[in-house]
């Protein structure tokens, strides 16, 4: 007897005390004009953009004494599990900066609030259809959703050290004309002379270069039927790795060794002159802006052209939680936040490309300097990334794409084996997400 | 706990009968009760919860609805390549690292049993890599592994063994014995420390006696030392065995399971199938599979090890 009232006794001191954790935390929510407070979780990492994020952030809360925004700082390798668990906890930033590619699989399972029809006017005509697209998902019964804002984009562009351009007589092409894939392989082999190569192809993460790039040949690796996704991989999504891989063993015009390299780690041997072009995002630039050495002369040059100059995009984006207390608030900080000032300032902290058309037209967005004019030009191309729609994509990417491109770029498999590796191993993948 | 409360109960009942008995017993089962509560709530209930996990299609979401599916994750499990590969990768580091550990401490505690200058110092020294957290230490290595600024490179390449840097954690082939290798690292001190109690507990007389006889060092080592210390070595090798099996954070640091998997052991390929891919049920499964797997092995270890001695 006495042992089952000692039971009893702990069991509710328990739950007293789940209970008063609970209560706690929605202690805050409530009426109108209360001041109220928000978790903004930011991914920012460069020096600068990290700081043109809280000079936002900052201004904000002096011109809200109402609606108090706190700056979390969190980190792109881990965001996905941080997320996933205070996404099961109940417990979320209410305004959390992530990737579109991240936010097809946490829409779908509902954490994110459906956007649209929430946000002002002019910020939704700031931003083109073809970015909004990069945001727009099911969400898992049947319906569509804009699950996030989007407001900076990447495109891959080259870098070249211009005085080897020069000296191998090659004029630099502008964004309205520019080089063909058959153009470039051609200067690539121009450029390979000696110690030093045409061409570095850093491929340590091959997999969203590759299909994004992909779509210049009008290559999209999946097909959708109905609901169903399903892997592809024909003469189109072959173009590019076949192109790559040439040049990599055939004409000898890259090196080898940078294969096994991440985007930045080609950048001392690029320096020191051993590879005159380097096919890399336009983040790049900044630090080659910031590391290369006195007197170093480069260029950036547009993006390449195959059947077209398309190229998958994906979007860096605001979300909401559903779990917010706040919605609204949250959405009145995002409109904010992203507003087209802004919007400039954190394009330039990231050296991205902004989505916003007014940001886009900041004369600091299409100067000549740093080849701004060209990164901001490359804009045009972006489609929004087919992959983008594909549940398990993630999963698809990092058990069985990953490793097959990384096997057939270092030349142990063959272009025929690993297409069968992406479509049959990949198809078993999916199948899961289908049910 | 419950070797004191038999030893407790039995004369009593044996005297007054059963009533006692029982009465004794319920205030004995009160006084556990404080200690009891905190392990049921946070140990025996995650881990039922966990049983139950396995058996449902949980996955993460807010619109996900939870069903019970018998034994059919098992059998996905049967036949998942990744899951066998992952699996298959496990046993590698397990078994070499428990192996190769116990050998290294087995030498080391030798060394540190003699009566040597320092020894005080050294046995401390030895016992560095325990004070460190495994994240610290994956960090650690990830630095000497650099292929660019770490000092293995420099080293070996300033020694003329090697001729280029080597990105010992990204190449597919050399990944898995570099993270051993850090594994062993890691684990010595306690094997060491436990090795060398044992060690002093071998009476001197046997050693004496041997040396009498004529025995050469490599002989009473052989036949004095390694049976004596037997108990010792079937403990401490089947605990290291189980805890390099469910080794997690330091790999985690080091390469996250890379390069394509060749590094992903079975704890990590569970917490990317909950938390990257969100398969809860699925990852409980593999939970579930892992214990069954490591009280086989133990018991098969541990039994003809016990067989051998009686």
Redesign the interface.
Known sequence: M??RT??VA?ATA?AALTAGCSSGDGGDGGKAGEPVSLKFLSLAWQKESVAANKEIVDEWNKANPDIKVEYIQGSWDNV??QL??S??AGDPPDVIHDDSPALA?FA????LLDLSGKLPADLKSDIPQAAWDTVTFGD??GGQGVYGVPFLQESQVIIANRKLLDKAGVPVPTPEDPWTWDEFEEISKKLTKGDTFGVAWPL?TPVNKVLNLALNFGGTFFQTDGTKATVKVGPEEREVMQRVHDQLYKDKTADP?AL?MGTA?PLPGFYAGKYAMLPASVYLRQQVVEQAPPGFEWVTIPPLKGTSADQGAASQTLSVA?DSKHPDQATKFISFFLNSTNQAKLAKGDWLLPTSVKAASDPSMTTEENGWNVATASAKNLVVAPYLKVN?F??WK??VA??AL??YFANKITLDEAAKTLVDEGNKVLE?YNK | MTLTAERTREPAADRRGRPKKSRQGRETLLLMLPALIPVLIFSVGPLLYGIYLAFTDARSGRNSVTSFVGLSNFGDLLTDGDFWASFRIGLIWAVSVTVLQFVAALGLALLLNENLRFRAFTRVLAMVPWAMPPVVIGLMWRLVYHPNAGILNSTLQGAGLLDHNVDWLNDFSIALPAVIVVGIWTGMPQTTVVLLAGLQGVPRELHEAGHVDGATTWRRFWSITLPQLRPVIVTITSLDFVWNINQFGLVYVLTQGGPGGQTRLPMLFAYEEAFRYGFFGYAATLGVAIVIVVLAVLGLYIGRQMREVS
Do not use: C, H, M
């Not at chain 1, 779908?108 to 954490?111: E, F, K, M, T």
């Open positions: 006495r042992t000692a039971l702990a328990i996905n599990d996933v668990t996404f099961e699989g779908s399972r509902g954490y898992g019964k340590k060794s096994g780690d559903a398990g993630d999963e990092s058990k990953t490793p990384q096997q899961r």
